[in-house]
């Protein structure tokens, strides 16, 4: 496999482990910047390499009264300032081909939802754009499958692909997370990142919106740490009941060093 490069870290064997954390969906610039920065402070203390995410727009919210985020232009910018100042890597979730073209001025991995991981203008529009693609496995799709999706990011000169678990369909209102998908997804050449908080997601269990489990996260998360999973995506906010998106399966702020730390540990194991 060859690692794939992000700004000063890589992802890959070889590689320590990579934290992907931030807030589900840009709330405001204020609350995005104290987290993004907050963040930065846990992983310099644990010594990880980290890229922030967050979202401008939650394009498949399940409700039309659910809140999307700040739109387009205003998180762009909200991101590219917290990229440039806080000088770290940022990732965000493009919707369309116009989107990626966008966005790829702005953070440095463009993440394609599951729900889209099979769109082939997107995917080749976030291929060509020159910055790294992180395809989320649609909840539909079974692992092999996204050697496809591989395929046709590679077809378009995409620079660098990171393919992320985040759960298979299992029955109504429940996801499962086959840890068997990460061997097979790593046999693509593409490095895995283990989506731990929407692993435990229960899309559509609160009726308007997802329900979760965040209290499972952790266990998922070191599980998928143990199979071979290059990095992690933690999704972490400073009052999970008060989020406006994802809240029930998000880690709070203040617990997430505590969950971190026992994954740098079983990456060590693994890598030896």
Not at 118 to 133: E, H, I, K
Not at 191 to 198: C, I, L, N, Q
Not at 213 to 230: L, M, N, S, T, W
């Amino acid at each position: 496999m060859k690692p794939v490069r992000i700004g000063a870290l890589s992802v890959g064997d070889g590689h320590p482990l990579v934290l992907i954390a931030g807030p589900c969906v840009i709330e405001g610039e204020a609350l995005t910047r104290r987290l993004a920065e907050a963040l930065v402070r846990v992983a310099g203390k644990l010594g990880i390499p980290f890229i922030f995410k967050a979202s401008y727009d939650k394009a498949n919210r399940t409700s039309h009264r659910s809140f999307r985020g700040i739109g387009r232009e205003k998180g762009l910018a909200v991101l590219r300032r917290i990229r440039d100042e806080l000088e770290i890597p940022v990732l965000t979730d493009v919707h369309s081909p116009e989107e990626a073209r966008q966005a790829a001025a702005c953070v440095d991995v463009l993440q394609i939802p599951a729900f889209l991981s099979r769109q082939t203008d997107l995917l080749v529009a976030a291929g060509g754009s020159g910055r790294v693609v992180n395809v989320k496995k649609g909840q539909f799709l079974a692992p092999w499958d996204m050697a496809h999706v591989v395929a046709k990011l590679r077809h378009a000169g995409a620079r660098g692909i990171l393919l992320t678990e985040r759960g298979t369909s299992f029955g109504y209102n429940n996801l499962v997370v086959d840890m068997r998908s990460i061997p097979v997804m790593r046999s693509t050449g593409c490095p895995v990142v283990m989506d731990a908080t929407h692993g435990v997601q229960l899309p559509g269990g609160k009726g308007t919106c997802s329900g979760g489990e965040a209290v499972y996260a952790p266990i998922v998360a070191r599980a998928a740490v143990a199979a071979g999973a290059d990095a992690v995506f933690l999704e972490t906010h400073p009052d999970p009941s008060k989020a406006l998106s994802d809240g029930p399966n998000m880690i709070p702020l203040k617990n997430l060093a505590a969950v971190v730390e026992p994954l740098i540990e079983i990456r060590e194991l693994v890598q030896k």
